[in-house]
């Protein structure tokens, strides 16, 4: 089994050298001039269009992927590529029908946008919401996972250093992002996305290379394919023990569209960069970029998981290695599935190239990390500190805030973070977690986006009863996918809010009811070619691992 080198050390430390160097180059500031919360929050909105699609995926991929959704590869199959696949459908929907809208209304925050629909109490309460997701579920899974991940490449893979790791990645992703705001942050993920997708193949095609013992990647592409073919469906059947986690035909039509609008459309730290874009049709560009680079994903995300499924196995004709078995095993005698993607950096990636994989594990977490600070402090800054504590405070002393803002969050999540320990699929957790609030915030979006009538009062009752609504759908005696509870939480939600507006309206129209002319959702003929090409891939793969 290989260990990390001086080699791999000196290549480790040059990623972390070049990524701060460049942290810090781009927020420097010009002599006399201060930054103002549209350069620290939106980048002085200059971002191009490959810079966009660059930050979006190195902001969405993280340890999260890396480690749980390959743990769930190892778990489930290729049918936990869903989440990637179809977010790339999900990215051209957003970028037709959502961008236009939001970039038209000059935001900084999505809690902003609800100010201006509905009402001031109503983004309160969902700024609330989205900065408690952000801490106790993003921050803290992120964390843990990196750290978890790191443990077992570098420390001895019983959990004793995972402390130190947390830590380190908390700093090191605080070192730049603190001081530089989303610039910082959208520029050295332009680096980071390629150190990930480069670092993600190199995995994937070295332990293809290890499955067989005649070598070569095609050999362990069909060996695996040939012993794990209930791994390649990417719809399950109800008999399949992992249904209750993605349901079928239920993923294309049900949940899985709940989950992913909400992410891609109304998530702070990914909708962020596009906020920050020089123009709309620049943005649209860069979320049609981002969808490309989403369909790579499972190819270096969900197969190493797959592979590693198949080592532990150990079906006729696959390669022995001492130990896979005792590696995987939980103390409670269950599988440590999310093991699976650094097991094989550590036993199978070469001296020089471990350290070049590993950068690219630690660029993948570092940059959702900054991502998320940098947006938990722009909701809390712009959405709560600014219009209850401070009107009158300038956009300069706003940044220190947003400062103080990311430091706190880290510590608290820093806290948390170890208390993940017993989570047996991290990627479900955090799904499953994020679906009690995503349900009803999508229909108090969807709602106030395309129907006029959404009253402030419809959708404030609508928000709030969707919580109770996703607990009692998740302890009713019935088992049910928790992708299946998400879908009907939003359709139930949206019941709520259509009642309740269509009860308490004085008008035919709310006042705040948003005009949208025909030429709002026009996009340039590049955007949709990408759309069509992005729609014939997904149809491909899903004809051929149904």
């Not at 019983?158 to 130190?164: Q, R, W």
């Not at 993607?341 to 977490?365: D, E, N």
């Not at 940098?374 to 401070?390: G, L, Q, R, V, W």
């Not at 300069?396 to 947003?402: A, D, Y």
Request: hydrophobic share 55%; charged share 10%.
């Amino acid at each position: 089994m290989n260990t990390f080198h001086t080699l791999d050390y000196i290549v480790f430390a040059a990623y972390g050298v070049l990524i701060l160097s460049v942290g810090l180059w781009v927020s420097r500031t010009k002599k006399g001039h201060k930054k103002t919360t549209e350069d620290y929050f939106l980048a002085g909105k200059s971002l191009p269009w490959w810079a966009i699609g660059a930050s979006l995926i190195a902001a969405n991929i993280s340890a999260e992927q890396f480690i749980g959704m390959s743990g769930s590869g190892f778990a489930i199959g290729l049918a936990i590529a869903t989440y990637e696949w179809m977010a790339a459908l999900t990215l051209i929907i957003v970028g037709k029908y959502f961008l236009p809208i939001f970039i038209k209304q000059g935001l900084y925050t999505i809690p902003e946008f609800v100010e201006k629909r509905f009402n001031t109490q109503l983004k309160t309460i969902l700024a609330v919401f989205w900065i408690a997701l952000f801490i106790f579920v993003n921050l803290t899974s992120v964390l843990f996972l990196g750290a978890k991940a790191l443990d077992t490449i570098l420390g001895t893979g019983d959990g004793s250093m995972i402390m130190l790791f947390i830590i380190g990645l908390a700093f090191f992703a605080a070192a730049y992002s603190i001081w530089g705001g989303l610039s910082a942050v959208a520029w050295t993920d332009v680096i980071q996305v390629v150190l990930l997708v480069t670092g993600g193949m190199i995995t994937t095609v070295i332990a293809l290379g290890y499955v067989t013992p005649e070598g070569g990647i095609f050999n362990g592409l069909s060996h695996v394919y040939n012993v794990a073919g209930d791994k390649f469906h990417m719809i399950l059947k109800k008999t399949d023990p992992e249904f209750i986690n993605l349901p079928g035909i239920g993923v294309l039509i049900g949940g899985m569209w709940v989950a992913n609008l909400y992410y891609w459309g109304f998530n702070q730290y990914i909708i962020q960069r596009a906020l920050a874009a020089k123009s709309l049709q620049e943005a649209q560009k860069g979320l049609a970029f981002a969808a490309f680079l989403k369909m790579l994903i499972p190819v270096f995300v969900v197969i190493p998981g797959i592979i590693a499924y198949v080592m532990f196995t150990q079906p006729a004709g696959t390669t022995i290695i001492d130990g896979v078995q005792t590696v995987f095993s939980r103390p409670d005698g269950g599988v440590n599935y999310d093991v699976a993607y650094p097991w094989l950096i550590r036993t199978f990636i070469p001296v020089g190239l471990k350290g070049l994989v590993v950068a690219a594990l630690a660029a993948a977490i570092v940059s959702s990390l900054a991502s998320m600070l940098n947006s938990t402090a722009t909701i809390f800054t712009m959405d709560i500190y600014k219009p209850y504590f401070a009107k009158k405070e300038s956009k300069t002393n706003l940044v220190s805030v947003g400062r103080i803002t990311v430091v706190l969050a880290l510590v608290v999540a820093v806290l948390l973070a170890p208390a993940l320990s017993s989570m047996p699929q991290m990627f479900q957790y955090i799904q499953e977690y994020t679906g009690l609030v995503s349900p009803g915030i999508l229909a108090v979006f969807l709602m106030g986006l395309f129907w006029k009538k959404t009253s402030a009062k419809g959708a404030i009752v609508g928000v709030l009863a969707s919580i109770p609504i996703a607990i009692l759908l998740k302890v009713l005696p019935i088992e049910m996918p928790f992708l299946d509870q998400m879908f009907y939480t939003c359709v139930l939600t949206m019941a709520v809010i259509l009642m309740v507006s269509l009860t308490t309206a004085e008008g035919d129209d709310d006042p705040k009811g948003i005009p949208l002319p025909r030429e709002t959702f026009k996009t340039p003929k590049s955007f949709n070619v990408s759309a069509y090409i992005i729609m014939l891939l997904l149809a491909v793969i899903y004809t051929v691992f149904w």
